[in-house]
T-cell receptor, first 114, second 111 residues
């Protein structure tokens, strides 16, 4: 059971470079999310999607773009990376949040922007 | 804007101690509160709470919600070194689209 898979696991970028983080889930979940985690700040929602072809902004969307062209994939793009985007990025998915449902998380991507 | 505050920020205890972690929240239309445990990588689900006063229990962990005072506690009894982790609290509003997370409590259990 793959669950939620994130690639890459680690990446180092120079300021101004671009990259795309890929999240794939094989659970046929409708909802997918991108979070970033910084020390002492918990998880902050960047963007999310409630279904194929739809995306919405979360708490900290600036500097990021997303796409959900296929139900199983949710891509997070950084067009021009900045040192402030150094963080650990988590993708998550859910069917939808209801009693005893929960988010399923990927294993995270450690991104450093120099 | 939904807000979740966890306390303490960090905690160091010895094996066998009992700990209580706190989570207070402000959310426009509350639907549920969730607790997660995060060790090295991805957070793992512990509890989902929707009703006041009903304790949820799993082994040495238990949690309860107070919707009047807008907080939840997570108790861990007879702590073990394997309980060392960051514990995250999150709230869901009635739109049901997303969770708002607190900053987490880092628990370290010493032998």
């Amino acid at each position: 059971n793959a669950g939620v898979t994130q690639t890459p696991k680690f990446r180092v970028l120079k300021t101004g470079q671009s990259m795309t983080l890929l999240c794939a889930q094989d659970m046929n979940h409708e909802y997918m999310y991108w979070y970033r985690q910084d020390p002492g700040m918990g998880l902050r929602l960047i963007h999310y999607s409630v279904g194929e072809g739809t995306t919405a902004k979360g708490e900290v969307p600036d500097g990021y773009n997303v796409s959900r062209l296929k139900k199983q994939n949710f891509l997070l793009g950084l067009e021009s990376a900045a040192p402030s985007q150094t963080s650990v990025y988590f993708c998550a998915s859910s069917y939808y949040l209801q009693e005893d449902e929960k988010l399923f998380f990927g294993s995270g991507t450690q991104l450093s922007v120099l | 804007e939904d807000k979740v505050v966890q306390s303490p920020l960090s905690l160091v205890v010895h094996e066998g101690d009992t700990v209580t972690l706190n989570c207070s929240y402000e959310v426009t239309n509350f639907r549920s509160l969730l607790w997660y445990k995060q060790e090295k990588k991805a957070p793992t689900f512990l509890f989902m709470l929707t009703s006041s006063g009903i304790e949820k229990k799993s082994g040495r962990l238990s949690s309860i919600l107070d919707k009047k005072e807008l907080f939840s506690i997570l108790n861990i009894t007879a702590t073990q070194t394997g309980d060392s982790a960051i514990y995250l609290c999150a709230v869901e509003d009635n739109a049901g689209n997303m969770l708002t997370f607190g900053g987490g409590t880092r628990l370290m259990v010493k032998p």
